[in-house]
């Protein structure tokens, strides 16, 4: 017997789809993209069943379309997640996310010394492993892996 496939997440005419991301790392997603702060419509999922991630994550927000480089922001904590916008309930382009060569203002210098966590710095970072996402700090050079990141 065929086993007959459902949405899991309800479509939406227009806007954006953020899928693949790891579904512990769906709420960094909502803070980096800074969702709790738009009226828009707002679906998310989390535990699905992924081939790929085991368990993943997905969000939609209707009537919102970003720029590439505010979802590469994401690359951060979901380096494998997929954009598709969405306009008359098709899928109208796709899109992998980059890891960018640099992050700023989304993620704290570990270093308890460094000048951006006591004074009023915008922190930056310099990617230095992109697959396994590594980063320099700019001001104090302390490289900071993906499992200890502090998200701001």
Known sequence: MKKEKKLSVSAIENGTVI?????????????????DNIDNLITFGTNMESHRLGKKAIVKIADKFFEFEEINRIAVVAPHAKLNVIRGYNVVEKKLVEVPERIEGIIKCVNPKCITNFEDIKTKFEVVDKQNVSLKCHYCEKITDQGHMVYI
């Open 19 to 35: 899928d693949h991301i790891p579904a512990q790392n769906l709420f960094k997603v909502i803070n980096i993209l800074g969702l």
